[in-house]
């Protein structure tokens, strides 16, 4: 396996900043891992895990070991009549595991389909769209102890999975590199068409396929996403805020059009884009950073954009927000 020193990160992050890391490793299997870990020369400097680098906002250059788990392998484990397990390396991209599943009928990720990014991530985040969460089909995820360089696993209930959260992102953060996941998926799939735009697009099918959905919602997402290629972005920028429903009232008195979702008891969840966009932040460009015209939880870096510019726009719509609605946004992005 190869270090690689003063790695630059521009084309390993979909925001095309232009970063640099002191040094650079992919372990392609779990072995390789744990001898980099263990090596005298890497022991007591700081690390961090990238995946394909499609939810990361790199502020500078990264004066440490950054570590990109390449384990590419996709194995049935366990099978019955009705439910397959498969083990995925986390370096897997995820939409090809979504193809993976779908030209095979197995269901439970068709929904999550053009997500960017690899299968290593999709538990630190919980990823989720169209009304289904990657927590839904987790069953196992397997990783290794950065410090200790031990290997463990935990159960999909033991991740403390929540919205676009997990204990991989709180008690575990920086401390582990996931290296597989085993999703459990069913040979008998129900087609989920809870979102609005989902259900429109279905009425043309009589009985819709896993394929006819996983079109519709790259459809969808291409329609309403920029492509990374051409402008550089990470996807939602902020997560949508959960907040009471005392709140959310106060909010539809002066705006009736507010959608919200329920969450919890005495709380809902309404949408970050809304709030962006009253507040005028849509479609605007501030010098070489700005907001998508088509989804306000996209921010956009264009050529030459520095990770502080795209940081102040971030903290400039949270104030905003904050001082109209009285409601925090959060982003959903990790900024190191």
């Known amino acids: 396996m190869e270090i690689i020193q003063n790695q630059n990160l521009k084309k390993l992050n979909t925001l095309g900043l232009n970063a640099f890391a002191k040094y650079f490793a992919s372990p392609s299997s779990t072995e390789e891992l744990k001898t980099l870990l263990k090596d005298p020369e890497y022991l007591n400097i700081q690390k961090m895990v990238i995946g394909f680098g499609s939810n990361i906002l790199f502020s500078g250059d990264f004066d440490g070991l950054l570590i990109h ?16 397990y498969l083990r995925v390396g986390a ?15 197995w269901g439970g990720l068709e929904n999550l389909s053009w997500i960017p990014g690899c299968v290593g991530a999709a538990p630190v985040q919980n990823v989720g769209a169209y009304g289904v969460e990657a927590k839904d089909s987790i069953s196992e995820v397997e990783f290794v ?52 735009d989902v259900a429109e697009a279905l009425k043309g099918f ?30 939602s920028f902020f997560k949508n805020p959960v907040i009471s429903e005392k709140i959310a009232n106060s909010i539809l008195s002066d705006y009736p059009t507010l959608k919200r979702f329920t969450a919890s008891p005495g709380y809902c969840k309404i949408p970050a ?43 400039k719509i949270r104030q905003t927000v904050k001082e109209r609605f009285g409601v925090d946004i959060e982003p959903e992005v990790n900024i190191c």
């Open 69 to 84: 788990p390449s384990m590419t392998e996709i194995k049935i484990v366990k099978e019955s009549e009705e439910f397959v």
């Open 273 to 315: 884009a809304w709030l962006i966009e009253k507040c005028g932040f849509k479609g605007k460009r501030f010098g070489n950073v700005g907001v998508h015209a088509n989804q306000p939880l996209v921010l956009l870096a264009y050529e030459g954009a520095r990770g502080e510019e795209l940081i102040e726009l971030s903290e």
């Open 145 to 196: 102890n950065i410090y200790s360089a031990c290997e463990n696993k935990l159960k999909g209930k033991e991740c403390r999975f929540g919205y676009r959260d997990s204990i991989f992102k709180r008690e575990l953060k920086s401390k582990v590199v996931i290296t597989f996941v085993t999703f459990k998926l069913t040979k008998y799939p129900l087609i989920n068409s809870s979102y609005a």
């Open 206 to 235: 009589a009985h819709p396929s896993l394929q006819n959905l996983r079109d519709i919602i790259i459809n969808i997402r291409k329609r309403k996403l920029p492509d990374p290629a051409v402008v550089g972005n990470a996807g």
């Open 91 to 105: 370096g897997v991209k995820w939409d090809d595991l979504v193809t993976y599943a779908v030209d095979r009928g």
